[in-house]
């Protein structure tokens, strides 16, 4: 299943796409795309029981905005330097264990909302990531097979980073990480079931048209399941946490000077195969 979350900011209702593109309300079903429900198997059946009876009501797209697909994120995980090309062209070592950073669920916001440059930034980038949306609590797991098992779905995300404030200003990549609308994600949360190998994604990300990345997640050093296995054995993983497996090469940072950070005006755009598409307009804060 596709599950969006759509409506004004704030406001959003639970909804479907379903395989012919309409957008389906699932507010008489389920109070929202969140953890609980994530977690809660005979919800999700419900839901797959209406689909195929063809009962759920369509929605009109027109002017609907999508929303963040999951609400009520308890944490969000980042992986840093996890693509083989991006280790590359920034002559980075390849990293022995995860590179592990927390953004603030307050970050997130959705798939076509406006990204905010803070004031005075000058190295505002962008970061296409493939997110991963945790449906059951895991804590020390023993494997990738079962880290796979506690995997409720997937979504793109944009993982915008600040790099003056992430590694020029002291401590942690917490500070570049953490403006508000830094982690725009959707526009859908695709269930498990519809990704049949997360090693096997095409991302590709644009600014003003120009295509700046094009990746695989088959480059990933660390892949999935692996990432899940290892981030659980240094905090619990509960229903609607969230893990950003990291950006492929073609971020801003890489670039000869001058880099082509972000500037007010500026349109990003990015795909994942099978998880849809993202736009965002820049502007300064």
Request: net charge negative; hydrophobic share 40%.
């Amino acid at each position: 299943m596709k599950l969006l979350r759509v409506g004004p900011a704030g406001a959003e209702r639970p909804a479907l796409l379903d395989e012919d593109g309409t957008i389906r309300d699932l507010s008489a079903l389920v109070p929202d795309i969140d953890g609980a429900l994530l977690a809660d198997p005979s919800a999700l059946d419900r839901i797959r029981a209406a689909v195929g009876a063809r009962i759920l009501p369509a929605l009109d797209p027109s002017g609907l905005r999508s929303g963040p697909p999951v609400t009520r994120i308890g944490k969000i995980v980042g992986v840093g330097l996890n693509y083989r090309g991006l280790a590359a062209e920034t002559r980075s070592v390849i990293p022995a264990e995860p590179v592990l950073f927390l953004k603030a669920a307050d970050t997130v916001t959705g798939p076509d909302d406006t990204v905010l440059i803070p004031w005075g930034s000058e190295k505002t980038d962008w970061e296409v990531e493939l997110g991963v949306v945790i449906g059951r609590t895991a804590r020390r797991l023993e494997s990738e097979k079962a880290a796979m098992r506690v995997v409720a779905g997937y979504l793109a995300a944009n993982d915008v980073s600040e790099r003056e404030y992430q590694f020029d200003r002291g401590g942690a990549w917490v500070k570049g990480k953490n403006y508000e609308t830094f982690t725009p994600l959707g526009p859908w949360l695709a269930t498990a079931d519809e990704v049949p190998d997360p090693q096997d994604l095409r991302l590709r990300l644009w600014v003003n048209g120009e295509l700046k990345q094009d990746g695989t997640t088959a480059d990933q050093i660390f892949p999935v399941g692996e990432l899940i296995r290892y981030v659980s054995s240094f905090m619990t993983l509960y229903p609607g946490d969230v893990i950003l497996t990291g950006t492929p090469a073609g971020v801003a940072l890489a670039h000869a000077e001058p880099k082509p950070y972000l500037r007010a005006g500026d349109v990003v755009e990015l795909e994942i195969e099978g998880l849809g598409r993202q736009r965002q307009v820049v502007k300064e804060c």
